[in-house]
C-alpha cells in the first residue's frame, strides 16, 4: 500500500503561496530565455560585438546566478525570504534596465551579470518549504519546476514576436516590468510565513556540501546537467543566424518553425519518460537521450539544408533535452539521501547555470575562431564526453522521499522511533533532524503506508 500524499489537499495558503511562487518563477526564467531566440540576430546593432561577446552576452547571467544563488538562500534563513527575493527582483529589474539602455556589447554584458545577481532560486524554495505542509510540498515544488519549461516554451514563441515589434531594447524593457510584477506577487499574493527555518529537502545545507560533492554518482549528474545547457546556449549562438541566413526566416517568422518543433518534440518524449519511470529504465532512457541529442548536433553540423528535414533533427534534439531535462532531477533526488536533497539539488542547480554560462563564452569563441557551424560540432563532443562518464553512474533505487511531520509531539526517544519507523514495510532509511521537526525517509512507495508511519509517532 503506498503512502497517500496525493491525497492530501492544499489548504487556501498554501494554493495561494504555490500559484504565486511558480508565477514569480515564470516571470522571472521568461526574462532570462526571451533574449536566448533572438539576441544573436540584433547583436550587430551594438557597438564592440563579435561571436565572442554575443555568447558572453547571452550566457553572462548564468556566471552570477551560478555563484549567488546558494549564498543568497543562507542569507533568507537570517535575515528572511521575501526580503532576498524581493532585492533579488529588483536587482534583476536594474540589471534589465541597464541592458535596455546599453549601446554597447559590454553593456549589455553588465546588464545579463547583474541580471544573473538577482539569484532568487534558492530563497523561492525555502519560501515554498516555509508555507507549505510535508504533505504537499513535493507537489508545490513540482509546481514550480514546471515554470521554468513552460517560461522557455513561452520564450521560443514570444522572442522572434517581441524582437520584431520593439528591438531587444524593448524585450529588456518588458524584462524589467515582470520583474516588477514579481514584487508585487512577492507583497501582496504570495503569504508571509509566520517563521522561517531551514528544510533540509528544500534549500542547501553548508555542512552537507562536501558529502553532495563526494558522491560519484550526483557529480556525474551535475556534470551532464553542465553539458546540457551548456549545449543549449551555444545551439542558440547560431540556430537564429540559420534560420534567417539559410532559410530565409524574418525574425518574426522564427516561431512558425519554433512551435511545432517544441509540440513534437514533447509528444516523443512522453513515452520514454514513463519507461524511465514506470519501467524503471532511467539509465537506458538517459544514455540514449544523450546519444539523440549528439547525433541530432552532427547532424546539424553536416549543414542540413532541408528546411524540413533542419526542423525534424532539431525536433529529436529538444526531445532528447526534455527527456533529459526531466529524468535528471527526479535521479538526483533518488540517489541523495532525504535530508540531503535540497543540498543536491542546489548543486545540481549550480551547474545547470554554471552550464548556460561557458555555453555561451565557449560556444562564441568557437564561433569565432572555427565557424558558426562548428558550435554544433563542440557540443557534440561534450555530448561525448558526458556519454563516457555517464557509463558509469548506477542504476538508480526507484526510491521516493516521504517526510514525516514531527513538530509538536514533545519529548520522543528519537533512537527509538528510529528503529521503530525503519522496521515498516518499504522504509529504506530514515533521519531525524530535530531542529527541523521532521523525519526524513526514503521509501518504497509500493510497500510504504505513510498512516502506518504516522501512527507509530502517535504513539511514542
Known sequence: MSHRELAVAFEPAERRAAIGLAAIFTFRMLGLFLILPVFALYAHELSGATPLTVGLAIGGYGLTQALLQIPLGALSDRIGRKPVI??????????????????????????????????????????????????????????????????????????PLLAARIGVSGIFWVIALLA????????????????????????????????????????????????????????????????????????AQHWHLYLPVMLLAMGLMIPFIIIAEKRHRMKEMYLGGILIAGLALLAMYYEVSNYWLFGLVMAFFFAAFNLLEAVMPSWVSKVAAAEMRGTAMGIYATSQFSGAFFGGVLGGWVHQRFGLTAVF??????????????????????????LLPLEGLGEMDLALLRQRLLALPGVEAVRIIDEDGVAYMKVDNALFDSEQAMAVVAAN
Open 86 to 159: 524581493v532585492g533579488g527582483l529588483l536587482m534583476f529589474a536594474f540589471g534589465s534596465l541597464v541592458a535596455a539602455m546599453a549601446s554597447t556589447i559590454e553593456g549589455v554584458i553588465l546588464g545579463r551579470l547583474l541580471q544573473g545577481a538577482g539569484a532568487i532560486a534558492a530563497a523561492v524554495m525555502a519560501l515554498a518549504a516555509d508555507l507549505t505542509r510535508e504533505t504537499v510540498r513535493t507537489r508545490v515544488m513540482a509546481m514550480i519546476g514546471m515554470s521554468i519549461g513552460m517560461a522557455f516554451i513561452l520564450a521560443l514563441i514570444l522572442g
Open 180 to 251: 516588477l510584477i514579481g514584487v508585487a506577487l512577492v507583497l501582496f499574493v504570495v503569504p508571509t510565513p509566520q517563521h522561517s527555518r531551514m528544510h533540509h529537502d528544500a534549500e542547501p545545507a553548508p555542512e552537507m556540501l562536501g558529502r553532495a560533492l563526494s558522491d560519484g554518482n550526483l557529480m556525474r549528474l551535475d556534470f551532464g546537467v553542465f553539458v546540457l545547457h551548456m549545449s543549449l546556449t551555444a545551439v542558440f549562438l547560431v540556430v537564429p543566424l540559420l534560420l534567417r541566413d539559410r532559410f530565409g526566416l524574418e525574425t
Open 377 to 402: 560540432l563542440f557540443a557534440a563532443a561534450m555530448m561525448l564526453l558526458w556519454a563516457l562518464l555517464a557509463l558509469g553512474l548506477e542504476r538508480p533505487r526507484h526510491l521516493g522521499n516521504f
